[in-house]
């Protein structure tokens, strides 16, 4: 398959690639766009057919359903049997952006879509071009994350191109994802509503709206393989540079400490290790590839370069990684999620 790269500037936007992107979606093709969250590949989530080539593309396992996006509220009445008080309540105050809601589906949403679920995953996103794309397009566009599927999220075109060139039909280059981590994804089905997928939409903001929202106990380990997932990334080892990864916890202190003891430990054995640290320890590392996330009282920073750094020690063949912890609170939370599943729950105590 030939692919199309288009830059696009979100801020003048190009509407004949807009309106050329959107054609290819009505008719079943496959469009690599950003949104402030990742890059998403989308089709025409009402197109069983064009739905279909999205799992083929990314390799992506068929009982993990996909979000649908839609550009207005409006959009959403169609999809579903009806918009709870408490969905639409989350849509007002977190809409456009980075917030999925679960709801029960309507008979429009094919089932390849929800992997037979009879709930389907809903979103608006606030990015720019992803809104004049979804609009042009005049369809609700299902779309996953643009990479291999078990890949790191890209968070830039070249990531897309790295994964997808060839097996799209246009990637369109819309510069780095803003806050670098999937949605938050919500369970408004349920009582009291359940976050499925912790994200750039923190428990303590759905609270300030809902009052009472708890967490899937399924959250805090890997699913078992016969058990079927309620929402995207909550089943399979995601996010996954090349390299065997290990997360260690403890006393800040003592993560350094302990990377460094590791890291002298497997370049004695002729490997190449990197090393994800953060502003306020990466000069404490004596050797190895050291990687700086961010801030850690910024946590948003961390939560923006995670993939992307991920995706760079695979550039630079780091045969091995050991990241740092981060405060599992906020965004921080979100953070936590991906690098666990990053590492296959792989976690040293320092």
Not at 33 to 42: A, M, N, Q, R, S
Not at 303 to 313: G, T
Request: hydrophobic letters at 40%.
């Amino acid at each position: 398959m030939k692919t199309e790269i288009n830059k696009i500037d979100k801020q003048n936007i190009d509407i004949k690639v807009i309106e050329k992107a959107a054609d290819i979606i009505v008719v079943g093709g496959l469009v690599a766009f950003p949104t402030e969250t990742v890059y998403g590949l989308g089709a025409n989530a009402l197109d069983e057919n064009a739905v279909k080539s999205i799992f083929e593309a990314k390799g992506r396992p068929s009982d993990n359903p996909l979000i649908v996006h839609v550009a207005d509220i409006e959009d959403v009445e169609c999809l579903v049997r009806e918009i709870p008080t408490k969905a639409l309540l989350l849509m007002k105050k977190f809409w456009p952006g980075p917030l999925t809601i679960i709801m029960q589906k309507s008979k429009l949403i094919p089932d390849i879509i929800t992997a037979g679920l009879d709930t389907v995953a809903v979103r608006m996103p606030s990015h720019p071009i992803a809104i004049e794309l979804i609009r042009a397009a005049k369809k609700p566009v299902a779309a996953p994350s643009a990479n291999i599927s078990g890949r790191p999220s890209p968070t830039q075109a070249k990531h897309v191109i790295e994964d997808l060139f060839g097996k799209v039909d246009m990637i369109i280059d819309g510069g780095d994802s803003k806050i670098g981590l999937e949605s938050t994804v919500i369970d408004v089905t349920c009582d009291p509503p359940l976050i499925l997928r912790p994200g750039g939409i923190t428990h303590d903001q759905l609270i300030e709206v809902l009052e009472d929202v708890k967490f899937d106990p399924g959250l805090s380990k890997s699913m078992d393989s016969k058990t079927k997932p309620r929402a995207p990334g909550m089943k399979y080892t995601h996010y996954s540079p090349k390299a065997d990864m290990s997360i260690v916890d403890g006393q800040l202190e003592d993560i350094v400490k302990k990377i460094n003891q590791l890291v002298e430990t497997y370049m004695e054995k002729g490997l190449k290790v990197g090393v994800l640290a953060t502003e306020q320890t990466k000069f404490g590392y004596k050797d190895g590839i050291v990687l700086s996330l961010g801030d850690r009282s910024k946590p948003e920073t961390i939560a923006s370069n995670l993939f992307k750094s991920l995706r760079e020690l695979d550039e630079k063949n780091a045969d091995i990684i050991f990241a740092e912890s981060i405060e599992a609170v906020g965004v921080g939370l979100a953070i936590m999620n991906r690098m666990k599943k990053a590492a296959g729950y792989n976690i040293i105590s320092a």
